[in-house]
């Protein structure tokens, strides 16, 4: 599945709710569905900077796609790490690079986050983007 697939298929899930409790009530599920990130993994290296809530994420590249796995201290922080990860994780780092994560914009994800919660939603982009990049500068990154 490309990323504009994955994006599309998570636009038709929020599509179904005209609710914003109802929004953030799949996103909590979406991070409770979330497999548990390993504890050597939560280090002060993958801890996301800019995010209120302790988030982490680790990448790992097996030389043509990156594989993400994250965990987070919020049920809704978590669920947006969750929806990230459902849309880039499995994928090459130019994949990643050049996707444009229309997603965000078309459920209203911004528009319905916190200032800090969507400054923290930026952050955990960028740290993506981070790590594509660094995968395909060098073809190995940060592991």
């Known amino acids: ?6 994006q599309d298929e998570v636009i038709e ?8 409790m109802d929004k953030y009530q799949m996103l909590i599920d979406l991070g409770s569905e979330l497999e548990p990130l390993d504890s050597r993994y939560k280090t002060e290296q993958n801890l996301i900077d800019g995010c209120q809530s ?5 990448a790992d590249y097996d030389g043509s796609v990156i594989t993400f ?6 049920l809704i922080v978590k669920g947006i790490i969750a929806l990230l990860i459902q849309v880039i994780s499995g994928h090459t780092p130019e994949e990643i690079l050049s996707a444009d994560l229309y997603f965000i914009e078309r459920i209203g994800l911004k528009d319905h986050l916190s200032p800090t919660r969507s400054n923290g939603l930026l ?16 073809g190995k990154g940060a592991q």
Do not use: C, H, P
Not at 13 to 20: I, K, N, R, Y
Not at 54 to 58: F, I, P
Not at 69 to 74: F, K, M, R, V
């Open 13 to 20: 899930e929020f599509a179904g709710f005209t609710d914003w």
């Open 69 to 74: 796995t994250a965990d987070s201290d919020a």
């Open 123 to 138: 952050a955990m982009v960028k740290q993506i983007r981070m790590y594509a990049l660094a995968f395909s500068s060098n």
């Open 54 to 58: 302790r988030v982490w994420l680790q």
């Open 1 to 6: 599945m490309t990323i504009n697939e994955a």
